[in-house]
Structures are given as C-alpha cells and as structure tokens.
C-alpha cells in the first residue's frame, strides 16, 4: 500500500471504480492531496476488491469498502417503503436514497481518518452533488466538500488524456453510452440517446427487467408477507430484507415488471428524460398500498397521500436528514404497525397486478360487505343517516333554491305513461 503522505491533508472519495473517480485521485493527488476512497456496496452487484485495488494502484493512499446492504434496506429503503415514496408519483428514489447512507459513512470515515475534506465524483448538473454534500454536512457540520468532476472543467477527450498521463484505464470506444446507477431498489439510466424523450429506451438499456414480449406466456402468482408494513416472505418462505429484494428482483425482472420512463423535474432546474428498472420496488411498493387499503382507515389513507409526496419529495431534494422527515417516519412507523397480512400478485408480460388481499388487521368485514345472505349491514339506520348528512346541503338549498326551470328533457324520454318526447321537438325546445 502506498504511504500516506500529508500535503494539504487527507481527503475522502467517494469511490466507484469508473473513470471519473479513478480519475479523481489523480487529480486530488495533483492539488496536494493524500486520498482515501471509500467504496459502499448497496447491492449494486460491483467486485468490491477489484474497486479497491484499483484505487489503491491509482494512487490512494487508503481504501475503504464496505459493504451497507442491511443498513441500505433497514434504515433506508424499508421506511421509504413505509411511505410509499415515490417522486413525482413514479420514481421509487432508488439512487436518491443510497445518496444519504454514502455521506453518511463519508463523514465518518473524515473522522476516523482526520480529513480535511470529503469529495464525490458528481457533475454540477444533477442532484447526487446536492445530496452527497446536504447529507455529508448533517452528519459533520464543519466537513469541506471537494467535487473535481464539477471543478476541473476537463472535457470527455482532456478527461481521457489526462487518464492515460497518470496509467488509468480507459474504457473502450461506445461502451458506457448510459450513466447508470444501480443498487438493490433499481437502476438508473440516463444520457445517450436517452437525451430525446421522442425515443423509446432500447432493450440494450435494461440488464434487471426482460422486454415484457420475451417474458413467459403463462402468468406467475406470487405471495408477499407483510409485517408492520416491512416484507418478510415470498411464497411463505421467510428471508432477510436484502435477499428478499433480491430475489425479487430477479423474479419481477424475468416478467418485465417495473420499467419506469418519465420527464423528471429536477432540483436543480431542469427537466431531464430518466429511465429506471425497478422490478423488486415495483412490486413491493404496489403490493404495500394494497394491504394498507385493507388495514388502515379511510381517514389515515386519505390524510397521508399528501405526507407521502412530501417524504418523496425530501428525500430526493437532499433533505433525509431534516427534522420533518424523520417526523414523517414516525409518523409512518405508527400507521405501519396494522400492515400485517399476505398480497398475491400477478406478474404477466411486464405487469404485477394485486389480485388478492388477506389480513389479521383487516378492516373490511364480509358480512357489513355483501349482498347475500349473512348481511350484517343495518339498512334501516340508513334512513336516518341520510337525513342527517344531507342536512347542511338541504338547507342550503332551502335558502337557495336550485334552479330546474332549465332542465331539458332529451329525445325518447317519459314526460308521462303515454307521452315520450319527439325526436324534432327535444332538446332546446319548450
Ligand atoms: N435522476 C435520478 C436522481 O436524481 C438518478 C440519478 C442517478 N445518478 C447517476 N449518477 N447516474 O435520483
């Protein structure tokens, strides 16, 4: 390992193997400072020992990689599940919430290691920077933020040159067309020809989810157990959060499920054409809002569509560690502790449709339910209940009369037993 040497003191990368951060120590390393990378292993499928072996060749002086995966579901993706967060009604935040997990062991490792800075490999054009930089601060006020993709203004063919000066590997011609991100809840894909939202994403963008017309021809159903709102089995088998998604990915991706396509608004100004897979969160997400509809009162379901938006929201505008989130999740973790039971599913070429509910908590009772025998409902209370809740309008309208002088009767209508109106003679007529 090579020795650490101070200069203007240690920072710590954010390390993910590519180019941009690879090429990052060098140019840290030529401001005058030691580098230390940290690589997290969010279950975005990346050799962890290759990662630190080639910072470590390119210059860092220490190389940190862990692997977060618990910690990714436990503390993040399971309480966002919780909220059903998605931004903008469509983005289960895959990447925006891996973004406050990283920043978070960032700041503790400028700790451990006294740095003088953090850094990332972000461009100044998207919201990872905003994330990476808001999160790492939460966690240690006083922490600077170095970002040499944002500051050393290298265009792609200086950024290449410069790569190839210092002995880092480039990679081949056409590959990397996309900017991917990928962790356990879904993958990003961005740029190319993605750029135009006139054309559709091609099957080569996707590597978790199959074009839905090469998925089986016969339907799967699947059985997902929920208790207080977090998953627990599939098909009745019990398995750790991680595996769970895991599992699910694979299985909801063989089906085509959760492909995302949307104009996303971004904090930072613009709108940018974003596609994702998410075939686990997808499933889930929607298999959640079910059982909630069975276990949680109408007032709760209604009240909390608008807290929801706003958890999304937070989390994907760099504010997971703001003190109204983390209100929202008690909040979430109360109503959650009723969402217990079982959803089956149908997944069939690229769809997951909930098509069965059942739960210990359920509020929905057969016999107040049907229409058949056994009917527990009390039709003569019904009388006056209406007469009660119609109250307030029916008294308005005493005040203020509707008018039905203007009522038009339409062609084939009954005015009486015998006298319809002619079909030359209906509307507009007196
Ligand atoms: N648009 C998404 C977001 O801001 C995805 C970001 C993906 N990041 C990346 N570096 N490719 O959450």
């Given at each position: 390992m090579p020795k650490c040497e101070e200069y203007k003191g240690k920072v710590v990368l954010a390390y993910s193997g590519g180019l941009d951060t690879s090429v990052a120590?060098?140019?840290?390393?030529?401001?005058?400072y030691d580098v230390v990378t940290f690589t997290a292993d969010v279950g975005q499928s990346v050799n962890l020992e290759v990662a630190k072996d080639k910072a470590l060749k390119t210059g860092a002086c220490n190389a940190y990689v862990?692997?977060?995966t618990s910690e990714f579901v436990s503390d993040f993706v399971w309480p966002a599940l919780k909220a059903n967060a998605m931004y903008q009604g469509t983005y289960p935040l895959n990447s925006a919430l891996s973004r406050p997990l990283i920043a978070k062991y960032l700041a503790w490792i400028a700790k451990e290691e006294n740095a003088v800075a953090v850094a990332h490999g972000c461009t100044g054009k998207g919201q990872d920077q905003v994330r990476f930089e808001v999160c790492a601060k939460a966690n240690h006020p006083d922490l600077k933020v170095i970002a040499p993709v944002r500051d050393w203004h290298f265009s792609r063919d200086a950024e290449i040159a410069y790569a190839a000066e210092h002995?880092?590997?480039?990679?081949?011609?056409?590959?990397?067309?996309?900017?991917?991100?990928?962790?356990?809840?879904g993958r990003s894909i961005e740029c190319g020809i993605l750029e135009?939202?006139?054309?559709?994403?091609?099957?080569?963008?996707?590597t978790l989810t199959k074009d839905p017309w090469d998925t089986p021809d016969?339907?799967?159903?699947?059985?997902?157990?929920?208790?207080?709102?977090?998953?627990?089995?599939?098909?009745?088998?019990?398995?750790?959060?991680?595996?769970?998604?895991?599992?699910?990915n694979k299985i909801a991706g063989d089906y085509g499920v959760g492909r995302i396509d949307m104009l996303e608004d971004r904090l930072v100004g613009f709108k940018s054409r974003e596609v994702y897979e998410c075939p686990g969160a997808h499933v889930l997400i929607s298999a959640h809002k079910a059982l909630e509809t069975l276990t949680l009162s109408k007032d709760v379901l209604q009240g909390k569509v608008a807290m929801e938006q706003q958890y999304a929201k937070m989390t994907y505008e760099a504010n997971w560690f703001s003190p109204y989130k983390e209100a929202l999740d008690v909040f979430?973790?109360?109503?959650?502790?009723?969402?217990?039971?079982?959803?089956?599913?149908?997944?069939?070429?690229?769809?997951a449709v909930v098509v069965g509910v059942k739960s210990p908590n359920a509020l929905y009772k057969e016999d107040l339910a049907t229409y058949s025998e056994g009917d527990a409902f009390d039709h003569d209370a019904a009388v006056g209940f209406i007469k009660i809740w119609g109250l307030p309008v029916v008294?308005?309208?005493?005040?203020?009369?509707?008018?039905?002088?203007?009522?038009q009767l339409l062609p084939g209508m009954k005015v009486s037993a015998e006298e319809?109106?002619?079909l030359n003679n209906a509307v507009g007529g007196k």
């Open positions: 120590i060098a140019w840290l390393k030529d401001q005058g862990m692997d977060l002995g880092i590997p480039v990679p081949a011609e056409g590959s990397g067309v996309y900017s991917i991100d990928e962790n356990l809840w135009n939202p006139w054309n559709e994403p091609p099957s080569d963008a996707f016969t339907p799967l159903y699947l059985e997902v157990t929920f208790e207080k709102g977090i998953p627990v089995a599939l098909d009745g088998e019990t398995l750790d959060g991680p595996t769970l998604i895991k599992k699910l979430f973790d109360h109503v959650n502790q009723y969402v217990n039971g079982v959803v089956r599913l149908r997944l069939y070429k690229g769809q008294t308005w309208r005493q005040e203020h009369p509707a008018d039905l002088g203007a009522l319809t109106v002619p």
